[in-house]
Nanobody, 123 residues
Framework: VQLQASGGGLVQAGGSLRLSCAAS????????MGWFRQAPGKEREFVAA????????DYADSVKGRFTISRDNVKNTVYLQMSSLKPEDTAVYYC?????????????????WGQGTQVTVSS
């Protein structure tokens, strides 16, 4: 398995969750990492991305200021800290490995995808 996401669950609005994604060294090294999400009946959308060395991050406007992406290049793991969660954040969250070290919002840039973890935010 190249990417293994975990940490999803059911949380009340206003609560927090931390998603983790463990990657193989081949998937992780020298590559940017991203998080995407897909709600029922909707297309997969970009959430956040982080460059290989962690110096650059990018966030969708809908999560900016509430979510934080980070990575541990020793553990080959990328994280998504989600705070002030809203019902509209409910979705399956996917981590993905980019082909390049710089951040991108385009799904076509990502050639490795995790299996997804469900996040449900109740009102």
């Amino acid at each position: 398995v190249q990417l293994q996401a975990s940490g999803g669950g059911l949380v009340q609005a206003g609560g927090s969750l931390r998603l983790s994604c463990a990657a193989s060294r081949r998937t992780f090294t020298n590559n940017a990492m991203g998080w995407f999400r897909q709600a029922p009946g909707k297309e997969r959308e970009f959430v956040a991305a982080i460059s290989w060395r962690g110096g650059n991050t990018d966030y969708a406007d809908s999560v900016k200021g509430r979510f934080t992406i980070s990575r541990d290049n020793v553990k080959n793991t990328v994280y998504l800290q989600m705070s002030s969660l809203k019902p509209e954040d409910t979705a399956v969250y996917y981590c993905a490995g980019d082909k390049y070290p710089t951040t991108s919002r385009a799904t076509s840039r990502y050639n490795f995808w995790g299996q997804g973890t469900q996040v449900t935010v109740s009102s």
